[in-house]
Each structure stands twice: as structure tokens, then as C-alpha cells.
């Protein structure tokens, strides 16, 4: 059964230090995501991503982050100075379309800023 | 109001019961429901999906979207310990991003 895949399972960083999270989508899917879960609390939406751009972002989505999908696989979630609120799981998604079809998660990347 | 709510519970059943978890939404541009299932630590599951008011069943779960009400419900039949997780309402308007309520917790209990 298709999946989307991340890695890695877990990061550790430094305040300050810049990071890469790696999300290989549903191989047909067109519209990518990434949404975050701090603990204990609702995962919550980031950006979506549909052909080669942003469509939709939060507030959350500020300009330490950025998405790219660098070749026709892979697609990645950079948050370029870390902080400490920013540890939270990080989690990608794809759909074949937008909004009127399912969004399937992958496993999470947890994120741990010290 | 929160755009969706949903009772964190925890909710405890014994294996066997049929569980209903619920949420509620204020906005009326959601058109799009989804619930997952989430075990500790792991990612999101998709369990269903409906756009519909009505009824959606699949195995034993049963998905209820009543849009008049801004009310959604899943129900899970004969219920396993295998069932205990975290399960999350989604929703969807116009737009892309799916809006989560904050889960209810269920256990299963032998």
C-alpha cells in the first residue's frame, strides 16, 4: 500500500541551528503539507504546496520556514534558525487533488530543540 | 469558539462496547470530513473520509456527518484493545488545509 515516508524518525538540534525535515509524498499525489504537533496538543496546518509553489500557509508558517520539493520525489520542510518552541513532531502529507480528496500522513519526524 | 471541538476524553470502554466519539464545528464553509486514528508518538491514520450528510460505514466503523447541526460523529462497533489511540475529527472548506479538533483518547479495555 503507497505511503508517505519521513525522515529522519528524529532530530536533535541546537537553538540557532537550521534544519531539514524529508517527506516523500504518494507518488501520484499532487498537493503536499506540512503540519506540526506540539506535544500534548492539536496538530495544526503549516503550508500546502501544488505545483512547485505555496497555495496556502498559516501564521505559523513564518519566514524561518520554507518548503521545496527539489526533484519529482522528494519534498522538505527547512526551519532555518531553530528555537525552542519549534520542537514539536513534524508531520508530511499528500493528496491526489485538494480540498474534495483524503490527505494521508506519514510517521512524523520529532524535533527536539535544546 | 474554536473552529472545532472535540472532547479529549480519555474515554474508557470495555472490548465489545460500541464507542461514539463527536465534534462539533462553527464554521460553515467545512465541507469535508476526515478521521484519523493516531497511536502515541505516530503519525495520523486516515479511517474515513465523507463530504456528505448521511451515514458512511466501512467495516466496523460508521462515520455520521449531520451539516444542519455542524456535527460529526464516528462509531466504532465491537470495539478491540487494539482500538485504544487518540481519534481526530478533520475538516476542510474551500481551501486546502485540514482543520483538526484536539482528539479524544480511548482505551479499550480486556
Known amino acids: 500500500e503507497p505511503e508517505v515516508t519521513q525522515t529522519p524518525s528524529h532530530q536533535v538540534t541546537q537553538m540557532g541551528q537550521e534544519v531539514i525535515l524529508r517527506c516523500v509524498p504518494i507518488s501520484n499525489h499532487l498537493y503536499f503539507y506540512w503540519y506540526r504537533q506540539i506535544l500534548g496538543q492539536k496538530v495544526e496546518f503549516l503550508v500546502s504546496f501544488y505545483n512547485n509553489e505555496i497555495s496556502e500557509k498559516s501564521e505559523i508558517f513564518d519566514d524561518q520556514f520554507s518548503v521545496e520539493r527539489p526533484d519529482g520525489s522528494n519534498f522538505t520542510l527547512k526551519i532555518r534558525s531553530t528555537k525552542l518552541e519549534d520542537s514539536a513532531m513534524y508531520f508530511c502529507?499528500?493528496?491526489?487533488?485538494?480540498?474534495?480528496?483524503?490527505?494521508?500522513f506519514g510517521q512524523g519526524t520529532r524535533l527536539t530543540v535544546v | 469558539q474554536k473552529e472545532v471541538e472535540q472532547d479529549p476524553g480519555p474515554l474508557s470502554v470495555p472490548e465489545g462496547a460500541i464507542v461514539s466519539l463527536n465534534c462539533t464545528y462553527s464554521?460553515?464553509?467545512?465541507?469535508?470530513f476526515m478521521w484519523y486514528r493516531q497511536y502515541s508518538r505516530k503519525g495520523p491514520e486516515l479511517l474515513m473520509y465523507?463530504?456528505?450528510?448521511g451515514n458512511k460505514e466501512d467495516g466496523r466503523f460508521t462515520a455520521q456527518v449531520d451539516k444542519s447541526s455542524k456535527y460529526i460523529s464516528l462509531f466504532i462497533r465491537d470495539s478491540q484493545p487494539s482500538d485504544s489511540a487518540t481519534y481526530l475529527c478533520a475538516m476542510r472548506g474551500g481551501g486546502n488545509k485540514l482543520t483538526f479538533g484536539t482528539g479524544t483518547q480511548l482505551k479499550v479495555e480486556l
Open positions: 502529507a499528500s493528496s491526489l487533488q485538494g480540498s474534495n480528496t483524503e490527505a494521508f
Open positions: 464554521n460553515s464553509a467545512f465541507q469535508y
Open positions: 465523507t463530504y456528505s450528510s
